[in-house]
Every structure is written in C-alpha cells, then in structure tokens.
C-alpha cells in the first residue's frame, strides 16, 4: 500500500477506535452502574456486590496469558471481532433471561464471567496491535486518545446510570450495553490490523509444530531476555498490590471515618477521571515523551506520596468543605499522575517489545498486574479493622516507593535511555516546555 494512503488509514484507525472504545466502555459503565446498584438494592449484601468484582477480575488473572497467546498466534482482527460478538451474545442472553424468567443472581454472575473473558481478549489483542494501527509518530496520541475516551465514558457512564436508575427497568440498562458492544463490532470490522505489520509473511516458511504450552514459555524467556521489559511487569506487581490499600481504605476513611455524604464521594471519584482527561489531551498534543521510565517512576512516585497524603484530614481537624476540596485535589491529582504512568510506559512498550511477542508480554503483564489485587483487597480489607487506616496507607506508601526507588534506580534507567548519558540531548530536554510557552 501506498505510504500515504497508509497514513490516511492510520488517521480513520485513530479516530474509528477511539470512537469504538467510547462507545463501549460508556454502555459497560452505565451497565456496570446500573447492575451493581440493582445487586445492592434487592440483597442488601456487600458479599453479592463483591462476588461481581471476583467474576470480573479472577478469570482475567488466569486467562490472560492464554490471551496473549492468542493475540500472537491468531488473526488479531478475528479475536477482537469474535470476542466483541460473544459479549454481544452474553447480553442478550442475559436480556431474555430477564424477560423470561426474571433476571437472578446466578445470570449476573455468569454473565460477568462471560464479558471478563471476552474484555481480556479484546483488550489483550488491541494492546498488542496499537502498532499495527497507527504509524510510529502516532502510538503515544492513540495511546491518548485511548485514555481519553475512557475517561469520558468514566463520568459519562455512571452519571447518566444515576439518572436511568429508579426511572427505568434494568431491562434498560442491559440493552443501552448490548447496542454499544453491537456498535463496537460495526466500527472495529473496519479496522486493517496488519497495516503497520512488520511480519513477514512468505509461502515458503514453514511453520514450526509448537505447542502452546512452548508457545507461552517462549513468551516468559523473551521477558526474561529483556531485563528493562522484566523490570517494567514487576513495577506494575508492585504498585498494584500497594495500591491495593488506596483502593480499599479510599472509601472506608472518607465514608466510615470522616463522614463524607454519599454525593460528595461521588464528586472525588469524578476528579481522578477528570484528571485523567486532561493529562490524556495534553500528551494526544505532544510530541512523543523522550525519558518515558525516567517520566513513569516520577509519576510513581508522587502517586507514593498522593496515598501517604490521603491520611491528612484524619490527623489534622478541617471543616467539612476542606475535607470534600482536598480530597477532590487529591483524587485530581492521582488521575494526572496515572496518565503520566500509563501512557509513556504503554508507548515504550509497543516500540521495545518485537511484533511477535506482544501479545503473550501483554498478557503476562496483565496476569501480574492483577494476580495480587483480590489478595491485596482481603489482606488491606482486613487490616483496616484492626489497624488505624493512616499507619496503613503511610507505611504502604513508604514501602511501595522505596520498592520502586529501588527497582527503577538510576542506573536502570540509564540503561533504559542511554541516551541521557549525552549532555546534547539532556540540554534539549526542556526545549519542548520552552517552546510551549
């Protein structure tokens, strides 16, 4: 193809998934908002409740790597579409179920099982094939871009389910998500997959018989023979797991501790997607980070700092609106922060990790990222009864940045940028903020 009608294929790609991811991520919102209040509302169970996170969570933790593989083995477009149909099927299954006999726990359940499964391999291979979709200049404005339509669905989704709620049937909720996936499948059928493919595809090649256990471990040794890549899964493990105790004591400090109204919480869960919009527009008009590690353990860090922070308002006496205005700032911040993390360390990877590996990294990054989250939820959910929640979050916060300090020294991300070891190019640093001015 034409390098320039590559190039206008890549723009339609920009804007087609962006719109796809919008779209979907909006309708699971609304759903997700309108299935967990419904849950809440006929059990009065925190148990039901939590037994959704678990089916949304546990099958990506242990399926993952067989999404990588898949991702690395298999037409991406084929999974991506098939996965997406699949969650269409689920719910609408879980629609007739509803009108039938009557929507039940169980549905629920199997449901979420379902739509994990379906999300992995759908999220697995379009991470995998960012690459493929854009051209190189582009990865980090469509990582961006990414970000920013999922940060709008964020406070989109729940506040037209708030809405939705009480003035419509559950039935409703169920649909709004069934069209956006249907709708996702339409835009991402348009989508050229190998535009940017740099495999080599002959008649003469023979394919090597590996099984796909082979498969996989080829996977973990290409980790193990990056050291860079290797460090990057185990700083994801590390800071899950901590974080762990942010996502956990958030909402038991601001409700059970400081007495914080129901809509105000809301209103501090709002700025960190908020948050996260505005850093995700500003990186889709930069140019590309230089130092993504060096930007990605600075942003780590003051995330460190952020959780330690939270704990302020039970150790100093603010009045009610200090409270709700430093916890807004707070949660403000942690968005800016995340984006910061994410998205140079999501561009860093597309370019280091070969075509052919991506899938199964991606999918062992996933696998890590998320294994220890159900156990730091029950570990910190159970220090929280009997420990004070800033003795918690403080040493968490200690811990997880001197861990991070640790892991991403210095000479890690030299060997990372070697080219900050060239005074040139460390005096051009600050031309771009220079130049903004």
């Known amino acids: 193809m034409d390098e320039t009608?590559?190039?206008?294929?890549?723009?339609?790609?920009?804007?087609?998934?962006?719109?796809?991811?919008?779209?979907?991520?909006?309708?699971?919102?609304?759903?997700t908002f309108g299935i967990s209040f419904y849950i809440l509302s006929i059990t009065g169970s925190a148990t039901s409740f939590a037994l959704v996170l678990i089916c949304s969570i546990l099958p990506r933790v242990i399926l993952a790597p067989f999404a990588g593989y898949?991702?690395?083995?298999?037409?991406?477009?084929?999974?991506?579409?098939?996965?997406?149909?699949?969650?269409?099927?689920?719910?609408?299954?879980l629609l007739t179920v509803s009108l039938t006999v009557g929507i039940s726990l169980i549905a629920i359940y199997l449901t979420e099982i379902v739509l994990s499964i379906t999300s992995l391999f759908a999220g697995v291979t379009f991470s995998s094939s960012i690459a493929n979709l854009v051209d190189s200049e582009r990865i980090q404005k469509a990582m961006s871009f990414n970000q920013m339509s999922m940060s709008i669905a964020s406070i989109g989704?729940?506040?037209?389910?708030?809405?939705?709620?009480?003035?419509?049937?559950?039935?409703?909720?169920?649909?709004?998500?069934?069209?956006?996936?249907?709708?996702?499948?339409?835009?991402?059928?348009?989508?050229?997959?190998?535009?940017?493919?740099?495999?080599?595809?002959?008649?003469?090649?023979?394919?090597t018989k590996e099984t796909m256990l082979q498969n996989m471990k080829a996977g973990i040794?290409?980790?193990k023979q990056h050291p860079i890549l290797k460090v990057v899964v185990w700083v994801a493990l590390v800071i899950n797991f901590f974080f762990g105790a942010f996502t956990v004591g958030y909402a038991y400090i601001l409700v059970d501790g400081l007495k914080v109204e129901s809509a105000h919480f809301g209103i501090t869960e709002g700025?960190?997607?908020?948050?996260?919009?505005?850093?995700?527009?500003?990186?889709?008009?930069?140019?590309?980070?230089?130092?993504?590690?060096?930007?990605?353990?600075?942003?780590?860090?003051?995330?460190g700092l952020l959780m330690g922070l939270a704990t302020l308002p039970l150790m100093i006496e603010l009045p009610y609106m200090g409270?709700?205005?430093?916890?807004?700032?707070?949660?403000?911040?942690?968005?800016?922060?995340l984006i910061f993390v994410n998205t140079p360390i999501g561009v860093m990877m597309q370019k280091r990790i070969d075509e052919e590996y991506r899938g199964r990294v991606f999918g062992l990054l996933e696998t890590m990222s998320m294994s220890l989250l159900p156990l730091a939820m029950v570990l910190f959910g159970f220090l929280f009864d009997i420990v004070p929640a800033e003795y918690i979050l403080i040493s968490s916060s200690v811990i997880m940045i001197a861990a991070v300090a640790y892991m991403l020294r210095p000479v890690i991300i030299r060997k990372a940028h070697p080219e900050m070891d060239d005074k040139s190019v460390q005096a051009n640093i600050v031309e771009p903020v220079i130049a903004s001015k």
Request: glycine share 6%.
């Open 271 to 303: 700025a960190l997607s908020v948050g996260m919009l505005i850093t995700s527009i500003y990186l889709s008009t930069r140019k590309e980070v230089k130092f993504p590690l060096l930007v990605v353990k600075r942003g780590i860090l003051i995330m």
């Open 221 to 223: 040794t290409y980790l």
């Open 5 to 31: 009608l590559k190039l206008k294929k890549a723009t339609q790609h920009l804007w087609t998934f962006t719109l796809s991811k919008l779209i979907s991520t909006f309708g699971v919102s609304v759903f």
């Open 157 to 207: 989704g729940p506040a037209v389910g708030g809405l939705l709620f009480g003035l419509v049937s559950i039935e409703m909720f169920i649909i709004i998500n069934m069209v956006s996936y249907f709708i996702a499948v339409l835009l991402e059928a348009t989508m050229d997959f190998n535009l940017f493919s740099k495999k080599v595809v002959s008649d003469e090649v023979v394919e």
């Open 323 to 337: 409270i709700v205005g430093f916890y807004i700032g707070l949660m403000l911040s942690f968005g800016i922060c």
């Open 70 to 93: 898949a991702a690395d083995k298999y037409s991406k477009k084929t999974i991506v579409i098939v996965a997406q149909i699949c969650s269409v099927v689920a719910v609408a299954a």
